[in-house]
Each structure stands twice: as structure tokens, then as C-alpha cells.
């Protein structure tokens, strides 16, 4: 599980995020939607290990991830990310970014890379590298990546944004029977309520710094909540 | 720190590469401090004489940057508008001297005045060899600045102002940080330089430094004299260090095709006729290389003259293999951690002069006892990498800072240690790690104020055979030499500006280099 109490970090000066409270089973689906500049990017930067909190804590599956100014390792930490943009390395081909993770964990390299690969719909485009990619089959690759570290959690930080509807329904399918059918946690921020909306499971709103119920949306528009979570 | 992560070894590495930069200045420090009783401290203030000296150097230096900028910015425009690969090929031969070391300038030059029965010698005409010396760097450093604007934010411009206008108020701007840290650097070195003014009869600051340590034989002395110079280039390198820290990402790549457009004609001739300055560099030392051998019925290099060639080579080849990882090291420690200690250690091997890195590292291979050091290349080799590791450092942090951090993170997540360097770092900037490797090759190959100070007796390292001929007298065997030496520099220099696009382009690619069926 992955447990988050008083979560607090910013940049010069500037709170992003603010005594931010957060619970992720294995297995659940959490969707954490705000605006751009919400803390989004910085929340899932900070369970990864990419950056060190200002105060707080972070437990994934029991184990406190920090103390002080020491940290555990973001490849210590049973999670893979999606990133916002496909973060691909742009000298190696598809097979060998499965390859890459692959081998740290400790499963047969080879067999595991082939399965993905053959799940993922990646199989006719192993030989290629990052610039001979539409920019939807190198999202594909970034999440066909995230699946081979074979972590307990996944953070997906907009994997889809800037795709046209095809390519994230393609996506979305991807995501359904291959992340969540794993019993895996996955944590999904997007600022595309329709995004939040097709992934189902449960919904946070990210605003000032904390986590809020979302407000829940009528047809028409137009908020179907009290006015104190309205407000927010 | 990071639980988990063996980090013992990265650290004991840094402290050793800061170590061999801060060496010989820690050496001179504690000197002065055991010695303070005995020793005069006033000297460290210049007094009259020293003072005029360093604000003429001073002076001479802000001149030969700021007329060098009043030509590369004009030019740098003008060639990046060329299109294609006429545009590629005309860039890269105005960029190619800029390894050239500034004596053979300074013998090319000589050559062109004396054939037109003009002057060698005087402030206007040192002046001008200096500039044309420190030109390319700065033409570099404008079309490396030129390289990282957006054309899309050019175009936008383009749409409300005219090309001057546009140039001027939005290119401009975008390209300042590198313009910024190009022309810093550029006062650096000149501040530094003492070879170039000494052949034409000029006294500066840094031949004051030393003289002063070939006189007095006094290294506490010699650091008191070089105080000043030493302040002022760390005022410089840290300016230069923040314009780097400043580069904005290459977020698009492409032509802005301004060559479609008419434009104010005045502006055109400017820019033209920058060009034509710009291109004076290459095409007079081609030229002073050329009138050398044809002139004195030069006879082939000796062997002597291949041993001397041989030997640079060498310490050239060893000093880059050593200070290239080294400075891999520093640099991402920098950018990882931005250290302020680490940052101090650039900056003191940038701003350290030579003369001075000299007197220290004789004095910390005495200290220590290294009478190997004395008889090899040993000395030299020391002495070259206390400068060469804090520049590769800079240049390294640059290109480490401006790649894209995002398949860095990516990696992290499932990897750490070497295997990260390895696989991921090295695809990222190799093209920056192989132009820091030519540069420092180019620059250590014809080094000649240390090797003044440093080479064992009957050595004779390139730089110091050629100064030498040119100072006292030439001599037609060395004419072959400096042809060669000519061509090497250029094609190094070429190389770099190559590798430079090179890491733009991969910079550019890593960010939005998809949608390529």
C-alpha cells in the first residue's frame, strides 16, 4: 500500500502541494484530476523518488521511503512511471527498453520482453528506435515499459494528453487489460475530466495543494454538489 | 544521499578530481600562510605601475570583446540565414579557428603587416590580432546561442516587425545567455593571454605574473602578484557559468527562411560586411601559413621538429583521457547536487593563470617529492589538467543541464549506478563528450605558458619550439611546423562546431522528435 500523511513540498517559496494525505491499495484504481500548475506532476515526481519532500511522509508497502535528507532509491521503490511526454531513449530500439528494465527484475529477460511485446501490440515495431514512432505507438512503448519493471504500483503522470481520440481509446484498452487486470495500484493524474471520467475507479480532486472529493458533474454541466465543494 | 545506492566510490572520486584542480593554489595558500611573517603582503595590492597595467590589461581585453561581439552578432545572423548545406559549410569555416592558438595569429598577421610595410608592433596593432584571435570563440558562442532560439517564436515576430526589428527584439534576446557566457569566457582568456602581446612587444598583466616568478623564483610572491588577475576572472567565469546555467532548450529546429524576405539595405550591408571580417581569421592565417613556406624556401620539419609535434601530441592525448571522465564527474555531481564547494573548484581552475598553476604545481610535486615528475611529462601532464578539467566541466554541466531530464528519470526509476552513465547518459551527450575531447586535445597540443614553466630540461613541446622561431627570429624549418599545427586546429575546430550541432539536434530529438512514421 501506498501511504502519503502531510505530504508538503515547493519550489522557491511557492507551496505546490500542502499537508497532502494519500492512500493507494494494490490492485485499486485512484484518478487524481486538477488544473495545470495543480501539483500533479510534483505528487508523482515524489512517490517516485525523483524528488526529496520538504516534510511528510511516504510508506509504500510498509517501508518509510525517506527520513531526513536520505531517500530510498526511486529504483528501490516497486513503482514504474508513465511520464507526461514518452521520455524514450532515443538509442535504443522498442525491444531494448523493455530489455533495459527488464533486467532489474530479476525475471527472465528474454521470455518477459516477448510477452509484453506480444500484449502491448509492439511486436512489428521491436527494431525500431524512438524517431521512427508515431507519437501514439512511442506513448504505447512508454506504458509497454512501465509494464516490464513488473512493479506492485503505477504512476501515470498524463501519459495521453496531446493524442487524438483514436489513439487514447487504443490506450485505454491498453491500460484496462493489461495494468489493472495485474492486480497492480495505479495512480492516474490528468486534467482531462473525460480522461478521469472512461478510467473509472475511484476520483480525487487535486486543488490547492490537497486532495478533495470531485465534485460530481450533471449532464448538462452544471455542479450537483454543495456549494462548499462546489467552491473548491 | 540515497538509501541503497553504493555512493562511497562517486564521492571519494570527486574529492580526488577537486583535489587535483585546487592542488597547486591550496599549496601557494598554505605557503603564504606558514610564511606571512617573512613575506610582503602589499604585494598583492598592484600599486601604481601594477594597477595602470591591470586596467590597461583590463581595458585592452573589454575592447577586444566588445568589437569582437560587434562583428560576430551581425555575422552569426547573417549565416544563419544561409540555408542548407552551403549554410552548414560557410558556419563551420568561420567557426574553424577558433582552436587556432592565438601565436599563430599572431605569426600570420605579422607576416601581412610586414609584407605591406606596416607596423608589428603598438597597441592598435596588437589590438586588432587580438581580436581577430578571440573572433571565432565569440562567433561560436552567438551561433550556439542562435542554435536555441525558436523559429517559431521568430516567425511570430516576423508577423508584426521587419527583420531587424525582429532580429533585434526577439532572436536577440533568446540568444543572449550563450552571447553572454561566449564573450565572459572571451575576456577570461584574454585576460590571461600573454604569448600574443609579448611578440608584439606588448606588456600585460599576465606576463607581469610571469615575470615575476621567473625573476623572484618566489611562488608566495607570485600568488600575491596574481591576486587581482585571479578576482577578476573569477568575476567573469562566474557571470559565465550563470548565462550557462540560463541556456533555454532547443524546442524547435529549422530555418526561419529569412532569406525570402527584403530587408533594410543598411542592415543587410552590415551584416555582410561582418561576414566578410568574420571570415579574415581563417583566410590570413591560410594565407601567413602559405607566404611562410613559399617566402623562406622552407625546408621539411626536422625530426626534431616531428619529436617536438610527437611529444605535444602525446601529452595532449593523455591530459584529454584524463580530464574528460574527470570532468564527466564534476559535472554531474553539479548538476545533481550544486555544490557551491564543487562550483568553487571550477571556478578557481578557470580563473587560474597559468603562470601561476605552474608556480603551484612546482611547488606541490616539490612537497610531495616527486622527482619522477621532474624528469618525464609528469609536470606538465599535472599542470595541464588543473585547467582542462574545470573548462571540460563547464562545457560538460552545459550539455548535461540542457539534455532532457525525463528519459534521465525514467531510467532512475528502474535503474542506478554506472549502468545508468553507461546506457543512458552517454547516448544522451556523447556528442558533447567527444567536442569537449577535441577541444581539450586543441587546446593542450599547442599549449605554450605552461609548458614554459613546466617542461624538463631537453623538452621541447610544439607551442614552445614555435613561440620561440617567431619571437627570435624565423626559421624555415618551423614553417611546416605551424602549417601543420594550422591544420590540425582547424580541423578540430571544425569538428567541435559539428558536434555542437550534433548535441543540439540530439537535445531537440529527445523532446519532440516523434511523430516520424
Redesign the interface.
Known amino acids: 500500500m501506498i501511504k502519503v500523511q502531510s505530504l508538503s513540498h515547493g519550489f522557491s517559496g511557492q507551496p505546490v502541494l500542502d499537508q497532502l494525505d494519500l492512500d493507494l491499495e494494490p490492485g485499486e484504481k485512484l484518478v487524481i484530476s486538477g488544473k495545470s500548475g495543480a501539483g500533479k506532476t510534483t505528487l508523482i515526481?515524489l512517490l517516485?523518488?525523483?524528488e526529496l519532500p520538504d516534510s511528510g511522509s511516504i510508506e509504500i508497502d510498509d517501508i518509510s521511503m525517506h527520513s531526513g535528507?536520505?531517500?530510498?532509491?526511486?529504483?528501490?521503490r516497486s513503482?514504474?512511471?508513465v511520464?507526461?511526454?514518452?521520455?524514450?531513449?532515443?538509442?535504443?530500439k522498442v525491444s531494448a527498453h523493455l530489455e533495459?528494465?527488464a533486467?532489474?527484475t530479476g525475471q527472465k529477460k528474454e521470455s518477459t520482453v516477448r510477452e509484453i511485446l506480444q500484449a502491448t501490440g509492439l511486436e512489428s515495431l521491436k527494431d525500431r528506435r524512438?524517431?521512427?514512432?508515431?507519437?501514439g505507438?512511442?506513448r504505447r512503448v512508454?506504458i509497454a515499459?512501465a509494464i516490464a519493471?513488473q512493479a506492485n504500483y503505477m504512476l501515470m503522470d498524463e501519459p495521453l494528453v496531446n493524442l487524438d481520440q483514436e489513439a487514447k481509446s487504443d490506450l485505454f484498452e491498453l491500460i484496462e487489460s493489461h495494468i489493472v487486470a495485474t492486480g497492480m495500484g495505479l495512480l492516474f493524474v490528468t486534467h482531462d475530466e473525460t480522461e478521469a471520467e472512461l478510467l473509472g475507479g475511484s476520483r480525487l480532486w487535486l486543488r490547492q495543494g490537497r486532495l478533495w472529493p470531485t465534485p460530481a458533474v450533471g449532464r448538462a454541466g452544471e455542479s450537483i454538489v454543495g456549494p462548499a465543494v462546489a467552491s473548491l | 544521499?540515497?538509501?541503497?545506492?553504493t555512493r562511497f566510490p562517486a564521492i571519494v572520486a570527486t574529492i580526488v578530481v577537486a583535489g587535483l584542480v585546487c592542488a597547486p593554489l591550496l599549496v601557494l595558500c598554505m605557503e603564504l600562510l606558514w610564511t606571512a611573517d617573512s613575506i610582503n603582503l602589499g604585494k598583492a595590492w598592484p600599486g601604481t605601475r601594477g594597477g595602470l597595467l591591470l586596467f590597461e590589461s583590463f581595458f585592452f581585453s573589454l575592447c577586444v570583446t566588445i568589437l569582437g561581439l560587434m562583428v560576430a552578432i551581425p555575422a552569426a545572423s547573417l549565416l544563419m540565414d544561409v540555408t542548407g548545406y552551403s549554410g552548414q559549410l560557410l558556419r563551420l569555416l568561420a567557426i574553424a579557428p577558433v582552436t587556432v592558438p592565438p601565436f599563430l595569429h599572431a605569426m600570420a598577421w605579422q607576416r601581412l603587416l610586414e609584407s605591406i610595410g606596416a607596423s608589428t608592433q603598438g597597441f592598435a596593432v596588437t589590438f586588432a590580432v587580438e581580436a581577430a584571435a578571440r573572433l571565432p570563440l565569440l562567433l561560436a558562442a552567438v551561433l550556439i546561442g542562435l542554435h536555441f532560439v525558436d523559429p517559431r517564436a521568430r516567425n511570430a515576430a516576423l508577423i508584426y516587425a521587419g527583420r531587424a526589428r525582429t532580429f533585434f527584439s526577439i532572436t536577440l534576446p533568446q540568444a543572449r545567455p550563450a552571447i553572454i557566457a561566449g564573450a565572459c569566457m572571451t575576456m577570461v582568456f584574454s585576460l590571461n593571454e600573454y604569448g600574443l602581446p609579448a611578440l608584439f612587444q606588448r606588456h600585460t598583466y599576465a606576463l607581469e605574473i610571469f615575470a615575476e616568478y621567473s625573476v623572484s623564483g618566489s611562488s608566495v610572491d607570485t600568488l600575491l602578484v596574481a591576486l587581482p588577475l585571479v578576482l577578476l576572472s573569477i568575476l567573469f567565469a562566474v557571470i559565465a557559468i550563470r548565462a550557462l546555467s540560463s541556456l533555454p532548450s532547443p524546442v524547435a529546429i529549422g530555418s526561419s527562411g529569412q532569406t525570402l524576405l527584403a530587408g533594410p539595405w543598411l542592415y543587410d550591408l552590415l551584416r555582410t560586411l561582418a561576414v566578410a571580417v568574420a571570415f579574415s581569421p581563417l583566410l590570413v592565417l591560410l594565407w601567413g601559413a602559405v607566404a611562410l613556406i613559399t617566402g623562406s624556401g622552407a625546408a621539411p620539419i626536422s625530426m626534431t621538429g616531428f619529436a617536438a609535434m610527437a611529444d605535444s601530441a602525446a601529452i595532449a592525448l593523455a591530459a584529454t583521457i584524463m580530464a574528460v571522465p574527470c570532468a564527466w564527474l564534476l559535472a554531474e555531481n553539479l548538476h545533481r547536487h550544486r555544490l557551491p564547494v564543487l562550483w568553487l573548484v571550477v571556478l578557481i581552475g578557470i580563473a587560474l593563470p597559468a603562470s601561476l598553476s605552474g608556480a603551484g604545481s612546482i611547488r606541490l610535486w616539490s612537497w610531495i617529492g616527486g622527482e619522477l615528475m621532474y624528469k618525464g611529462w609528469g609536470l606538465p601532464l599535472a599542470g595541464m589538467l588543473v585547467g582542462l578539467i574545470p573548462l571540460a566541466t563547464l562545457l560538460l554541466y552545459a550539455v548535461i543541464r540542457n539534455s532532457?531530464h525525463?528519459?534521465w528519470?525514467?531510467?532512475?526509476?528502474?535503474?542506478?549506478g554506472p549502468i545508468l552513465w553507461w546506457?543512458?547518459r552517454l547516448?544522451?551527450i556523447w556528442p558533447g563528450v567527444i567536442g569537449a575531447f577535441f577541444l581539450l586535445f586543441a587546446l593542450s597540443l599547442p599549449e605554450l605558458e605552461l609548458s614554459l614553466l613546466l617542461s624538463p630540461p631537453g623538452f621541447s613541446a610544439v607551442g614552445i619550439r614555435i613561440f620561440n622561431y617567431l619571437h627570435y627570429g624565423a626559421h624555415e624549418q618551423v614553417a611546416y611546423l605551424i602549417l601543420l599545427l594550422l591544420l590540425v586546429s582547424l580541423l578540430l575546430g571544425g569538428t567541435i562546431y559539428q558536434m555542437i550541432r550534433y548535441q543540439v539536434r540530439?537535445d531537440y530529438?529527445?523532446?519532440e522528435?516523434?511523430?516520424?512514421?
Do not use: C, T
Not at chain 1, 83 to 92: C, I, K, N, V, Y
Not at chain 1, 130 to 135: A, I, R
Not at chain 2, 409 to 416: F, K
Open positions: 515526481r517516485a523518488g525523483l535528507s536520505a531517500m530510498v532509491a526511486p529504483h528501490q513503482i514504474s512511471v511520464f507526461q511526454r514518452p521520455a524514450l531513449w532515443q538509442h535504443m533495459f528494465v533486467s532489474g524512438p524517431h521512427q514512432l508515431s507519437e505507438q512511442a512508454a515499459r519493471a | 544521499m540515497i538509501f541503497g545506492q532532457d525525463l528519459p528519470d525514467a531510467a532512475r526509476v528502474y535503474h542506478s546506457k543512458i547516448f544522451q540530439l530529438r529527445e523532446r522528435g516523434y511523430n516520424k512514421p
